[in-house]
């Protein structure tokens, strides 16, 4: 018999990642999406099959994590053998805007899953994996980060984990379920929101080099982070599920490079020598050179990125640098792909938009180019 996954925010960067990758595995996965005003599957599209096909092994189903009637129902009706939680509002500086719905849906939806669970009388059945995050360690009291740091947690969002990573390991330990927490370090990939810093950065200079945009406007780009890709980190959520006894795992590369580093690693894969000067909010990225044909829109000279405070945060993440020992020796996982490799896979995508968005404007299809960042 097919094993049944549910996951939330199967929409998401993630959750379309994951679903590839239990589809191959022989899955029949349900998801819960966002009624929204505009379509927001377009992470999955291509694994959705025409739903009046009988044997279609992906089903999505309206829902929220506000929501626990719709919860419990979904779940009763599915009665899933594994439920992935990766529904979240999972921005770190709109949760300074929207703390509440933040709790919310990160704290008290995870609480509404496992109830549901556990309600429902599936809690010897349904395994569960919860989406717990580097930033649960803020501010850091150790590096490198591991399943024993205490956590520090910095923002609303990070706040709201916390309760989501204590309540799923209340839940193991006061009914015996199977949940475990994946404390994941940032990562990335070409389907990564476009709000985030690497897509930010990626998207905009790919824009910049064919001239729809002119210039990056960024935040603390001295910030340090640890940037798998998620590809690799999907993987290592289902097999955090196949074990013997749910415990905890921290999903890391073990390298760090700052913000500032990756916008000249995508500078460079555009064939733009970038240099930064000045101080903080002074502080700026003019092009040296330019070589080969990606980036027809820019000449040396040219600044084209700029410090913006607004994209500061009330309280930052300074510094992030995981280890992923326990998850190498026990689960035998190792990322395969580099932040660097990941890097570039993401320019070359973002290139390609940014080429046929600048092909449609220059045949009067003038589409506005979101700048929100
Ligand atoms: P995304 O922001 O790409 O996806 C979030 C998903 O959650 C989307 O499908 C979104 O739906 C859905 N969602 C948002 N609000 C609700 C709600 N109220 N009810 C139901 N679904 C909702 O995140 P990622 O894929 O990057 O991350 C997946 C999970 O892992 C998140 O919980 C995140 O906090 C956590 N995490 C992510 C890390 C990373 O570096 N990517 C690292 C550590 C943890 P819609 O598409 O409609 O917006
Ligand atoms: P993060 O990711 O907050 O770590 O949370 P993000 O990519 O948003 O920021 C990383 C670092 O870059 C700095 N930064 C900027 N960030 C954004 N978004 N925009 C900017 O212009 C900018 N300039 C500098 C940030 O200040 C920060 O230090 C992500 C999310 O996916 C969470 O859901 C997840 O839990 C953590 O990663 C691990």
């Not at 594994?82 to 770190?92: F, I, M």
């Not at 956590?151 to 330990?173: G, M």
């Not at 921290?250 to 500078?267: C, D, H, L, N, P």
Request: proline residues 4%; aromatic residues 10%.
């Amino acid at each position: 018999m097919a094993k049944t996954a549910l996951i939330t925010g199967i929409t998401g960067q993630d959750g379309s990642y994951l679903t590839e990758f239990l589809l191959e595995k022989g899955y029949e996965v349900h998801g819960i999406k966002r009624r929204a005003s505009l379509f927001n599957t377009q992470r999955i599209d291509h694994l959705y099959e025409d739903p009046h096909v009988s044997n279609a092994r992906l089903k999505l189903h309206y829902g929220d994590l506000s929501d626990t009637s719709n919860l419990t129902r979904i779940i009763s009706d599915i009665q899933p053998d594994e439920v992935y939680n990766l529904g979240a509002q999972s921005h770190v500086a709109v949760s300074f805007e929207a703390p509440e719905y933040t709790a919310d849906v990160d704290a008290i939806g995870t609480l509404r899953l496992l109830e549901a669970i556990r309600f429902l009388g599936l809690e010897k059945k349904t395994r569960f994996y919860q989406a717990s995050t580097s930033e649960l360690y803020g501010l850091v009291q150790e590096t490198p980060q591991r399943e024993t740091t205490p956590f520090y947690p910095r923002s609303p969002y990070a706040a709201a984990k916390l309760y989501a990573y204590w309540i799923t390991v209340n839940y193991r330990e006061a009914y015996d379920m199977y949940a475990c927490n994946g404390i994941l370090f940032n990562h990335e990939s070409p389907r990564r929101g476009e709000t985030f810093v690497t897509r930010k950065i990626t998207r905009g200079l790919a824009n910049i080099a064919l001239g729809l945009e002119p210039c990056l406007y960024m935040g603390n780009i001295s910030s340090l982070r640890d940037w798998g890709h998620a590809k690799d980190y999907v993987r290592m959520q289902w097999m955090m599920l196949q074990q013997e006894s749910a415990e905890d795992y921290v999903i890391a590369t073990g390298k760090q490079y700052s913000v500032r580093e990756f916008i000249t690693w995508a500078a460079s894969d555009l064939g733009i020598t970038l240099s930064f000067s000045g101080d903080g909010v002074e502080e700026v990225g003019t092009v040296e050179a330019v070589i080969g044909d990606l980036a027809p829109n820019v000449k040396p000279g040219d600044v084209i990125v700029r410090i913006d405070p607004r994209y500061f945060r009330p309280a930052e993440v300074d510094t992030l640098l995981g280890d992923p020992t326990k998850a190498k020796e026990k689960l035998g996982w190792v990322p395969e792909i580099t932040a660097r490799d990941m890097c570039r896979e993401m320019v070359v995508e973002d290139h390609k938009a940014a080429r046929r968005y600048a092909l449609l404007k220059a045949h009067g299809l003038d589409l506005p180019v979101s700048l929100e960042g």
